[in-house]
C-alpha cells in the first residue's frame, strides 16, 4: 500500500494559484480514478478536479476559501500502489558505545509547598441587584456575557439583553460570538466579485452622469414590434433599444469602447456587449459579442441567450470575458436613479433604471410622458466630462427618436472605403433589412 501525495496542477493559460471553492470528498471517503475531488477558481474560471488514482483519502490540505499555489499538495490518498511518496521509516540506531556514566546532580533545595488554590467558581459575576432582576424577568446569567470587571455582569447588560430580545446585547466584549449572528466566509465567485468591485472602485476615478429620456415614442414602437413579431422572434425589451443606440453613437465617441489597464488604451471598433446579470451565484456579465453586426431580433435573443446561460450556470468562458462595454438594468426595481460600478479594464458602463410616467408641462399644457433614466459611469482618465455628456445626449436623441436607430448615415465618396471596412458591412445591411421588415 502506498501514499499518493496529489499536487494542485498547473490549469494553464498562466495561472500560479488557485482558490479553494468546494471539497466534494472528505477524509477517510474511497474515491475512483476520476471521480471529481474539489472545485477550484482562479481568476479565469472554475474548474474541476479529478483524482489521479483510486484509492482513500487520507488528508485533505486546505478548506474553502484558502488559496493554494500551483504544484503545492492538495491532498493525499492512500493506493493500493506504490504511490508517489517515500515513506520508508526510519531505523533506530544501535548504540556502538556503552552508555556514559549518569551525572549526579547536586541535591535540590527544598521545593516550598504551594497552597491549593479553589477553581474560579462558574456561577455568574453579578450583584445582588441584578440578580434580583434577572430573576424577575426569566432571564438566566449564565447567557449574558458581562463587561465589567472579570466578566461581572452590570444592569446595562441585563438591559441590552432583555432589549434584544433574549440575544446577546451589544455590549457583549469583542470577539464574543452572539446568538442570532451568522458570520460567513466569503469565497469563490462572491470573493471575487468583491476584489474586482473593490479594485474597479479604487483605480476607477469614476464620473457619473444621469440623463432623462422620454419614453413614449420607443414605446409604440416596442408595443408594435412585439403585437406583430413572427415565430420564434423573442419579445423585445428596452435592453436591445438601447443596445442599438450605443451601437449608432460609439463610433463617435472610440474612448468609451475601449479597455484601459492602467497605461495601455486599447480601443475597439466591433462591439461586444457586456450585460450584467444577476445569477444565483453573484453578479456575472455575459457578453454579446459582435453585438454590432446583429439587427434588433437577432441582439435580443442573443441578450437573452447568454443571459439565461450565466443564470443557469452553462456560460462558456468565452461568454463571459471580453466585453468592451456594459449595460445594465435592475428592471422593475431600477429606482430612479443608480450609480453603476465600471466593469474593469472597460471605461463606460450605461444602466436603465425603472420606466415610469411623469406629468410635463408643454406648451403651458399639462401632459403625461413616459419617461426612463439613464444612470451612466465613466472612467474618467480615458473619457472628460464633457464628451460623456455628449454621448449620453446623443443615445438619449436616439432613443427618443427610434426610427433613427435603423438609419445609418452613408458615408462621402471620399471615404466610404474607410468606413465599410469588414465588420460594417454585415451590421449595414442587417439594419437595412430591419428598416424594410418594420416598414412591410
Not at 142 to 168: E, T
Not at 234 to 246: C, E, M, R
Not at 257 to 271: I, K, M, R, W, Y
Not at 396 to 419: G, R
Amino acid at each position: 500500500m502506498g501514499t499518493y501525495s496529489f499536487k494542485m496542477p498547473d490549469v494553464g493559460e498562466g495561472v500560479v494559484e488557485a482558490e479553494i471553492v468546494e471539497w466534494h470528498v472528505k477524509v477517510g471517503q474511497i474515491v475512483t480514478e476520476d471521480e471529481t475531488l474539489v472545485d477550484v477558481m482562479t481568476d479565469k474560471a472554475t474548474v474541476e478536479i479529478p483524482a489521479p488514482t483510486s484509492g482513500v483519502i487520507s488528508e485533505l490540505i486546505g478548506e474553502p476559501g484558502d488559496i493554494l499555489a500551483v504544484g503545492s499538495v492538495l491532498l493525499v490518498i492512500e493506493t493500493d500502489g506504490a504511490g508517489n511518496t517515500q515513506t520508508a521509516k526510519a531505523e533506530t540506531p544501535k548504540p556502538t558505545s556503552p552508555p556514559a556514566k549518569p551525572v549526579v546532580s547536586a541535591p535540590l533545595a527544598p521545593v516550598k509547598p504551594v497552597e491549593h488554590v479553589p477553581s474560579t467558581t462558574k456561577k455568574p459575576l453579578a450583584s445582588p441587584a441584578v440578580r434580583k432582576r434577572a430573576l424577575e424577568q426569566d432571564v438566566n446569567l449564565a447567557q449574558i456575557p458581562g463587561s465589567g470587571p472579570a466578566g461581572r455582569i452590570s444592569h446595562r447588560d441585563l438591559d441590552d439583553f432583555i432589549a434584544a430580545g433574549g440575544r446577546l446585547g451589544v455590549s457583549a466584549p469583542a470577539g464574543q460570538p452572539r446568538v442570532g449572528e451568522t458570520t460567513t466566509k466569503i469565497i469563490g465567485l462572491r470573493r471575487r466579485i468583491a476584489q474586482n468591485l473593490s479594485a474597479s472602485k479604487r483605480n476607477i476615478p469614476h464620473f457619473s452622469y444621469v440623463e432623462e429620456v422620454e419614453m413614449d415614442a420607443l414605446e409604440n414602437l416596442r408595443a408594435h414590434l412585439n403585437a406583430t413579431r413572427k415565430d420564434g422572434q423573442p419579445k423585445l425589451t428596452p435592453l436591445p433599444f438601447l443596445a442599438l443606440a450605443l451601437i449608432k453613437v460609439l463610433p463617435g465617441f472610440p474612448g468609451a469602447n475601449a479597455h484601459f489597464d492602467g497605461e495601455n488604451l486599447t480601443q475597439f471598433a466591433p462591439v461586444h456587449l457586456g450585460v450584467a446579470t444577476a445569477t444565483p451565484n453573484g453578479l456575472m456579465v455575459p457578453v454579446v459579442k459582435h453585438a454590432d453586426a446583429m439587427d434588433i431580433w437577432t441582439l435580443a435573443a442573443e441578450i437573452a441567450r447568454v443571459t439565461a446561460a450565466a443564470r443557469d450556470g452553462a456560460g462558456t468562458k468565452d461568454e463571459l470575458t471580453g466585453s468592451t462595454i456594459t449595460i445594465t438594468s435592475l428592471g422593475a426595481l431600477g429606482g430612479i436613479s443608480s450609480t453603476p460600478v465600471i466593469n474593469a479594464p472597460e471605461t463606460a458602463i450605461i444602466g436603465v433604471n425603472k420606466l415610469m410616467e411623469k406629468l410635463v408641462l408643454e406648451r403651458e399644457v399639462v401632459v403625461a410622458r413616459k419617461v426612463m433614466n439613464l444612470s451612466s459611469s465613466f472612467d474618467h482618465r480615458i473619457v472628460d466630462g464633457f464628451d460623456a455628456a455628449q454621448m449620453i445626449q446623443a443615445v438619449k436623441a436616439c432613443l427618443e427618436n427610434p426610427a433613427t436607430l435603423f438609419m445609418w448615415d452613408l458615408p462621402d465618396e471620399a471615404n466610404i472605403d474607410k468606413h465599410f471596412d469588414h465588420w460594417r458591412w454585415p451590421r449595414w445591411l442587417s439594419l437595412c433589412n430591419s428598416r424594410w421588415a418594420i416598414g412591410a
